[in-house]
């Protein structure tokens, strides 16, 4: 069965540092991968996706995401936040079965900015 | 605009009293889906619809039951709401052309079962 995991519950970094949140997925085949971002008392939104082709992912707010299939992994990062990136982060796997466009998430990581 | 909107957005309610969580999408998607969020266990599925009287049964369906007459509404019913129900409801949909897995999201409904 296919399962992702995200190691960091919550990260706090301060605006206009770095970030990577990593996330690590078990799956039988080539993934179908997904980061999607969760702002307070919000709906999840599609931040950006990988099926195939080059493994460097850009999506939407600036973010970016990196597959490496060797380690399983398919971390995001963002070179300099902003106070608005707040939000929860959730990587996603699937889905698998045709019909049913079943996601499998990851736990999340609540990410705090501070100024 | 297009969106997915749920209602009610949150509820507190007792053990037992039959409640309903409505979904409606304007996109004229035919995949429909409910989700669960539960600290430390992200989100699961409930229930699918890949159309109309079209309902399948996700990871966690039980105590639920779900029923899709038209396109656009895809209820989310609890017939005996326990305290185990309590959790963070997601609705959502997509079109069958869109990419796999590309899901629109409602804002969630927070649900508290005393």
């Known amino acids: 069965a296919q399962s992702v995991t995200q190691p960091d519950i919550h990260i706090t970094v301060s605006e206009g540092a770095s970030l990577e949140l990593r996330c690590n997925y078990s799956y039988g085949a080539t993934p179908y991968l997904f980061w999607y971002v969760q702002s307070p008392g919000q709906g999840l939104q599609l931040l950006l996706k990988?099926?195939?082709?080059?493994?460097l992912v850009q999506g939407i707010k600036g973010f970016e995401a990196e597959f490496k299939r060797s380690q399983s992994s398919f971390n995001l990062r963002k070179p300099s936040v902003h106070w608005s990136d707040a939000a929860e982060y959730f990587c996603a796997v699937g889905p698998t079965n045709f019909g049913n466009e079943k996601l499998t998430f990851g736990t999340g990581t609540r990410l705090t900015i501070i100024p | 605009e297009a969106q997915v909107t749920q209602n009610p957005r949150y509820l507190i309610t007792v053990t037992g009293k039959k409640l309903t969580v409505t979904c409606s999408q304007n996109m004229n998607h035919e995949y429909m889906s409910w989700y669960r969020q539960d600290p430390g266990l992200g989100l699961r599925q409930i229930y699918y619809?890949?159309?109309?009287?079209?309902?399948d049964k996700g990871d966690v369906p039980e105590g639920y039951k779900v029923s899709r007459k038209e396109k656009r509404n895809f209820p989310l019913i609890l017939e005996s709401p326990s305290p185990n129900q309590t959790s963070l409801y997601f609705c959502a949909s997509s079109p069958f052309d869109s990419p796999p897995g590309e899901l629109f999201f409602g804002e969630g409904s927070r649900l508290t079962v005393l």
């Open positions: 619809s890949m159309n109309v009287e079209v309902t």
């Open positions: 990988y099926f195939s082709g080059d493994t």
